[in-house]
T-cell receptor, first 112, second 114 residues
Framework: KAGVTQTPRYLIKTRGQQVTLSCSPISGHRSVSWYQQTPGQGLQFLFEYFSETQRNKGNFPGRFSGRQFSNSRSEMNVSTLELGDSALYLC???????????FGPGTRLTVT | GESVGLHLPTLSVQEGDNSIINCAYSNSASDYFIWYKQESGKGPQFIIDIRSNMDKRQGQRVTVLLNKTVKHLSLQIAATQPGDSAVYFCAENVMDNYGQNFVFGPGTRLSVLP
């Protein structure tokens, strides 16, 4: 079974730009969660989607948004990028919220 | 506020010895927990999970212990190998005002000495 895939793996953007990251979950998984990982704050929950609906969200500004498609693939978007948005963005998929959650390799975003 | 960098606790063990990595969780209502291993440049890798109706669960070379009384979780790795060197995270499934999600601990860096 193929694992969680994320594209792109690396991204360099300039302050003020926007970015879209993509995540393809494991086949059969309908829950997709997004996390931000930084050395200073660790792993922080952004939001979770299940069957195209956002079920939960973390404490992040509205510049961070996401969506999920009917095939369970998910995208997250960050608008008006700030230097502090530089991080590893991780996507995780699971059958549902209280089941084993598997992570992708992440997208390393650098904002200059 | 000022951002403070996380200082990861480090555990150094001799190859072949057993390792015990500890984690304190925050919410007494949490009922599902996962341990992850993260190697440099990779996403977290699922190791083992446990539900709150259990005190202990064993996998291949790993055992997770759950003490709900003191809100403590531990991961035991038997016969630690160089490939076990990584950062280990515990994650608890919590319910907040919006729904359920996982909250991750700060992590512990395991260093295996030859």
């Amino acid at each position: 079974k193929a694992g969680v895939t994320q594209t792109p793996r690396y991204l360099i953007k300039t302050r003020g730009q926007q970015v879209t990251l993509s995540c393809s979950p494991i086949s059969g998984h309908r829950s997709v969660s997004w996390y931000q990982q930084t050395p200073g704050q660790g792993l922080q929950f952004l939001f979770e989607y299940f069957s195209e609906t956002q079920r939960n969200k973390g404490n992040f500004p509205g510049r961070f948004s996401g969506r999920q498609f009917s095939n369970s693939r998910s995208e997250m978007n960050v608008s008006t990028l700030e230097l502090g948005d530089s991080a590893l963005y991780l996507c995780a998929s699971s059958f549902s919220v209280q089941y084993e959650q598997y992570f992708g390799p992440g997208t390393r975003l650098t904002v200059t | 506020g000022e951002s403070v960098g996380l200082h990861l606790p480090t555990l150094s063990v001799q190859e072949g010895d057993n390792s015990i990595i500890n984690c304190a969780y925050s919410n007494s209502a949490s009922d599902y927990f996962i341990w992850y291993k993260q190697e440099s440049g990779k996403g977290p890798q699922f190791i083992i999970d446990i539900r709150s109706n259990m005190d202990k669960r064993q996998g291949q070379r790993v055992t997770v212990l759950l003490n709900k009384t003191v809100k403590h979780l531990s991961l035991q790795i038997a016969a630690t190998q160089p490939g076990d060197s990584a950062v280990y995270f515990c994650a608890e499934n919590v319910m907040d005002n919006y729904g359920q999600n996982f909250v991750f601990g700060p992590g512990t860096r395991l260093s295996v000495l030859p």
